[in-house]
């Protein structure tokens, strides 16, 4: 039975009931609230990679800190999100987002004001505790509030498409930013945006609890954050060129995957667990978390690779090779929002296997981009891309979430957006490993150049350019010339790789149900039986001490 908060503790404000005179939330104006901190968090995942350069310049970090300086908001951030996610089921889902918002205000101000590394790191490291809060509570904040499954539908599809867009929008405000200002004003926007929504959120969100039979497991929370945080460095370290069997990769891999096992164990043994792992067990859930991890497993590797080929091959700065990303962007726009209408017609299956074929056909016209610049090409690839994607992860964020029992949704949202996280930093380790294996033994091609170079330019299109640059002459313009065809070779294969992942994805969610239960579910978890024919009789009214008791409106 879940736990739930009473209404009558505390009585709505006078502006929240002339906002909501029928005394419930307006699920469309707390959807906004929700949607605008998503952007904000999900802008601030990918903004500070075009001000790298910047900060290096500045703070003068060495090659450990400035690893640090990127990867502390990402590592903290998915470690942490299954614990904050169980304890807003716990503790209160909009005390835990009103808590996120503050902190994450608080460490902007840190980052942006930062001159020291460490400074900079521990702000970034503030920053994923104040994400991994978030994430997880503004997904089961919108299971909560719409009970029915099509209202529900909409709303995920306009939260997928607005992280979609945050993310995608980073390195083109970070790059506008960088031309106008210095690089703290990455960060010294979200604080104005932050503590708006802190407030509205105040004002507007309603609180909602879930399970609360038994104590909640400090030490199983724990073992899940140090195993998560374990796995995603060893997967991150694999990707950013450590290789598989160092140290750097092996240890943190080997004992995040120990304790996530311990953790495991000790959730069956629980007579309350922490996370209800027998979710997995249906079908729809488990196969949901599959397409999540296989669908970004196969395309953010491949998405750094592609804006390395805008820039390095075809010489696009990092603000035109934004632009040139913004076709997609708008497209996973338009796949969340005509997603969530078309859902309830075609059900979860066909949804989520024919946006895995899409994508695959997207990844393979790109397969034939070549040294020169073929925007009507590549404009056709990223917008089948981007709607094929978002399709994807559309309908398998509304199945997992969906599946799972209101009690449970802030665990369910972290699982959810722990695979992303997970399913991305493998993505980066397995498409760059495969990138490397094609490009590198091109580079052989390049007669009359020292193996010394060659060895040195084997590392990334980048470093080849470098060495060419170094070397000059007619030397330096053949090494160049290898390591661009190297390049475009490696990306095809790499492409072709996705292809075939995405295929695997489809296979998978051929396992998702076929049809879209919908209806209401109450608020204590019940699935109901479908909407009664137009000429039935109407339904008795539903007890009135129910529905306050599941989700308390504050002022």
């Known amino acids: 039975m879940s736990g739930t908060t009473t209404a009558a503790a505390r009585r709505p404000s006078a502006a929240y009931r002339r906002l909501c005179p029928e005394g419930g939330a307006n699920r469309w104006v707390v959807l906004i609230v929700l949607c605008v901190s998503l952007a904000i968090v999900a802008i601030d995942s990918t903004v500070l990679h075009v001000a790298v350069p910047a900060v290096t310049e500045d703070l ?12 502390a908001y990402p590592l903290v951030c998915a470690a942490l999100l299954i614990l904050f996610g169980t304890l807003g089921d716990r503790v209160g889902r909009r005390k835990v987002l009103l808590i996120g918002y503050g902190l994450f205000g608080v460490a902007s101000a840190m980052a942006a004001l930062a001159d020291t590394p460490h400074l900079l790191i521990a702000a970034r490291a503030l920053l994923g505790v104040g994400g991994a809060m978030i994430m997880p509570a503004t997904l089961s904040i919108v299971r909560q509030v719409f009970p029915d499954r099509r209202e529900r539908a909409v709303a995920i599809g306009v939260w997928t498409a607005v992280a979609a867009v945050g993310a995608a929008a980073g390195p ?12 703290g004003a990455v960060f010294l926007i979200n604080i104005p945006l932050m503590f708006a929504s802190l407030f509205a959120g105040r004002w507007l969100l309603p609180e909602s609890t879930g399970d609360r039979e038994g104590p909640w497991d400090v030490v199983g929370a724990l073992m899940a954050a140090g195993g998560l945080f374990g796995v995603v460095m060893g997967v991150k370290r694999a990707g950013g060129g450590e290789g598989v069997v160092s140290a750097m990769t092996l240890v943190p891999l080997v004992v995040g995957a120990v ?38 497993l196969a395309l953010v590797g491949l998405m750094l690779i592609a804006a390395q080929y805008l820039q390095l091959v075809l010489g696009l700065s990092p603000l035109e090779t934004g632009l040139r990303m913004v076709p997609l962007t708008l497209a996973a726009m338009a796949g969340g929002l005509v997603g969530s209408r078309v859902l309830p017609k075609v059900g979860p299956r066909a949804m989520v296997v024919s946006g895995f074929c899409l994508t695959a056909a997207a990844v393979l016209v790109l397969t034939f981009l070549g040294h020169d610049d073929n925007p009507p090409l590549m404009l056709a690839g990223f917008v089948l891309l ?35 996280q997970l399913g991305g930093g493998m993505g980066i380790a397995l498409l760059g ?59 095809h294969v790499t492409l072709l790789v996705s292809a075939g992942l995405l295929l695997l994805g489809a296979l998978a969610a051929l396992r998702l149900p076929r049809v879209m239960a919908c209806g209401t579910e109450d608020v204590m978890g019940a699935i109901p039986s479908p909407a009664p024919a137009r000429d039935a009789a109407p339904a008795p009214a539903p007890a009135p001490s129910r529905e306050p008791a599941a989700i308390e409106s504050r002022g």
Request: with cysteine.
């Open 60 to 71: 003068k970090p060495g090659g450990i800190q400035l690893l640090w300086i990127v990867d």
């Open 172 to 183: 083109l405000l970070g790059g506008f930013l960088l031309e106008h200002f210095w690089w």
């Open 259 to 296: 304790l996530l096992v311990l953790f495991v164990r000790r959730q069956r043994r629980r007579r309350h667990p922490l996370v209800d792992l027998s979710m997995f067990a249906r079908p729809a859930f488990g196969t949901s978390v599959s397409c999540i991890v296989l669908a970004m």
């Open 386 to 420: 981007g709607f094929g994607l978002q399709t994807t992860l559309f309908g398998s964020y509304e199945s997992m979430l969906s599946e799972a029992p209101p009690g449970q949704a802030g665990g369910a949202a972290a699982i959810g957006e722990t695979s992303y």
């Open 433 to 491: 490993s495969v990138m490397n294996a094609a490009y590198a033994p091109g580079l052989d091609t390049a007669s009359g150049v020292p193996e010394s170079a060659r060895a040195a330019a084997s590392h990334s299109l980048g470093e080849a350019y470098e060495v060419a640059d170094s070397l000059g002459g007619g030397v330096g313009d053949v090494l160049r010339s290898a390591a661009r065809d190297s390049f475009v070779n490696g990306l």
